[in-house]
């Protein structure tokens, strides 16, 4: 017995050497890697002042701002922008251009244009009137025609129309409702 303790005894010695050298190992691989890590971070900081150097001898070097206190106001900010863009937009135009440009970007106008794009306007909605009331237009006159009938008003197609707008204004929200569906089970 004392045998197999001699052994398991040697074998933990030499378990703890291992061990102690393969901490040594870690040990210099960490310091060799934050050595690495510090020369990379000084390399960083001597190139951002270098081409700080560069931009003020070249004059195109403007100071990074510093962040204020106070709160950004983006929508101040795009509207600043936007007259900004429409007034060298329409430095380009020409005369009667820039008036209707101006007609047609009133505060007013833009709201409702806007409005209507997102309800009433709907690509889904204007492919669907369109598309209804010229394949049902063309069925309609070919039917009347071939069974000699005169067609003296063209109310049907308004007919088509408000019936193939309603058609693309349900399939656009059955798309919108299956969409839903399926990004609330995954």
């Not at 001597?46 to 983006?74: G, I």
């Not at 060298?88 to 007609?103: A, E, G, I, M, P």
């Not at 409005?115 to 690509?123: E, H, L, N, W």
């Amino acid at each position: 017995m004392s045998e197999k303790l001699s052994r398991n005894q040697e074998a933990l010695e030499i378990s703890q050497a291992e061990a102690e050298k393969n901490l040594e190992k870690i040990r210099r691989s960490l310091e060799t890697e934050s050595s690495k890590a510090e020369k990379v971070a000084n390399r960083e900081n001597d190139y951002s002042s270098r081409a700080h150097e560069l931009a003020k001898q070249s004059n195109e070097y403007t100071p990074p701002k510093e962040r204020t206190s106070q709160p950004v106001n983006l929508q101040k900010q795009k509207n600043e922008y936007f007259a900004q863009t429409m007034q060298s937009t329409r430095k380009q135009l020409t005369q009667s251009q820039r008036l209707f440009s101006n007609v047609v970007h009133t505060k007013a106008i833009e709201r409702t244009s806007e409005i209507i794009g997102t309800t009433v306007a709907r690509p889904s909605a204007l492919l669907g009137a369109f598309s209804f009331s010229a394949v049902g237009s063309v069925l309609i006159y070919i039917i009347s025609r071939k069974n000699g009938y005169l067609i003296d008003s063209y109310y049907y197609i308004y007919v088509l129309l408000a019936i193939g707008a309603t058609a693309g204004l349900l399939i656009d929200l059955l798309r919108f409702l299956v969409n839903k569906y399926i990004r609330k089970t995954s």
